[in-house]
């Protein structure tokens, strides 16, 4: 039996996320194989600053769980998570971080304030770059020149 493709679940996500006019981020956590939960960006649907793909996924993920930490499992992102989701990641206890395309703008692991380098920082996932970084800078290139043109 083959391993699904979680970060073509995640860019499902995304994709999704973009119908409903949010910015197309996509997020998938994983337990042994499995996917335990998914979300897309939800900032405009909840009202919530706070309610990005990461988050979403964490959250959902820790209700099914019921339990505050992800220790051994993995997050899927199409895009480079902000300081916000990088702490979130950390406090969760996540073991492995894949994301899709960098964001000079608005990271927070490989740019801006690189929370996982940070003293501060209880605990830091081992992290992948690079998966799907071409589809997902397409996407979010097309999503926001479709906002410029509109």
Not at 18 to 26: I, Q
Request: hydrophobic share 40%; glycine share 12%; aromatic share 8%.
């Amino acid at each position: 039996m083959t391993q699904p493709d979680f970060m073509a679940i995640a860019f499902e996500q995304a994709e999704k996320a973009a119908a409903r006019g949010e910015v197309p981020v996509g997020a998938v956590i994983v337990g042994n194989g499995a996917v335990i939960a998914a979300g897309g960006n939800e900032t405009r649907l909840r009202n919530d600053p706070t309610a990005h793909a990461e988050i979403v996924a964490i959250r959902s993920a820790c209700e099914q769980l019921g339990q505050e930490r992800l220790t051994g499992l993995d997050l899927y992102v199409t895009l480079e998570p902000c300081a916000m989701c990088a702490a979130a990641i950390s406090f969760a206890r996540m073991r492995r971080l894949y994301y899709g395309a960098s964001d000079p703008k608005g990271g927070g692991v490989e740019h801006g304030g690189r929370f996982f380098t940070q003293p501060t920082c209880h605990h830091q996932p081992d992290i992948y770059s690079g998966l799907g970084e071409t589809r997902s800078a397409d996407l979010l290139r097309r999503f926001f020149a479709g906002k410029r043109d509109a």
